[in-house]
């Protein structure tokens, strides 16, 4: 069964805080993504990335940085929390002849006080 | 730009009863079109696609066709059960790596 790890499902972290959020893929999958969930807004693109070592911004990259120095891990990085980040944050991944049809982690709810 | 509207939820049905879900779209060009669902306490998963016009996908008991002429693509069950009760969303592909999803529609079905 194909499967996107999340490194934690909670999380609560104080203002100014460095947060890393891990995502981990077993599918050999090129393509990795990073989305929040709010309500009333649907998924927004933070980053993505089609390769090792490379990535590119998404709609709302502002506050947040991305590593991927393995195939199968994309981290996401919050590099000094603010409560308006507060959010769930998904991660996926797909491969490179179907980049829509993506998999999906469980998500990570981060709370930022 | 490209976006996405479906029907505000949430949608409340009692068992067996049919479902729509309305979902329309904006693009540029020849986009895919899928359905994704997303069970509580879990990430979102493909539930079906259409790649071109009059196409139509299905899964599940699930369907939805591709009507370029109204740019909508609706989701449709004949008869929902509880397992059913999820957020569903719509979402296209332009080109890139871009998918642009919809808001989300909450369905809850009652025994």
């Known amino acids: 069964d194909v499967k996107v790890t999340q490194s934690s499902r909670y999380l609560v972290k104080r203002t100014g805080e460095k947060v890393f959020l891990e995502c981990v893929q077993d599918?050999?999958?090129?393509?990795m993504f990073w989305y929040r969930q709010d309500p009333g807004l649907g998924l927004r693109l933070i980053y993505f990335?089609?390769?090792?070592?490379?990535?590119e911004k998404g709609d709302i990259p502002e506050g947040y940085s991305v590593s991927r120095e393995k195939k199968e891990r994309f981290s996401l990085i919050l590099e000094s929390a603010s409560t308006n980040q507060t959010s769930m944050y998904l991660c996926?991944?797909?491969?490179?002849?179907?980049?829509?049809?993506?998999?999906f982690g469980p998500g990570t709810r981060l709370t930022v006080t | 730009g490209d976006s996405v509207t479906q029907m505000e939820g949430p949608v409340t049905l009692s068992e067996e009863a049919f479902l729509t879900i309305n979902c329309t779209y904006t693009a540029t060009g020849y986009p895919s079109l899928f359905w994704y669902v997303q069970y509580p306490g879990e990430g979102l998963q493909l539930l079906l696609k259409a790649t071109k016009a009059d196409d139509k996908g299905s899964n599940k008991g699930f369907e939805a066709t591709y009507r370029k002429e109204t740019t909508s693509f609706h989701l449709e069950k004949g008869s929902v059960q509880v397992s059913d009760s999820a957020v569903y969303f719509c979402?296209?592909?332009?080109?890139?790596?871009?998918?642009?999803f919809g808001a989300g529609t909450r369905l809850f079905v009652k025994a």
């Open positions: 599918m050999d999958h090129e393509n």
């Open positions: 979402a296209l592909g332009t080109g890139g790596f871009k998918t642009i």
């Open positions: 996926a991944s797909s491969p490179p002849l179907e980049k829509y049809e993506q998999y």
């Open positions: 990335s089609y390769d090792v070592k490379m990535k």
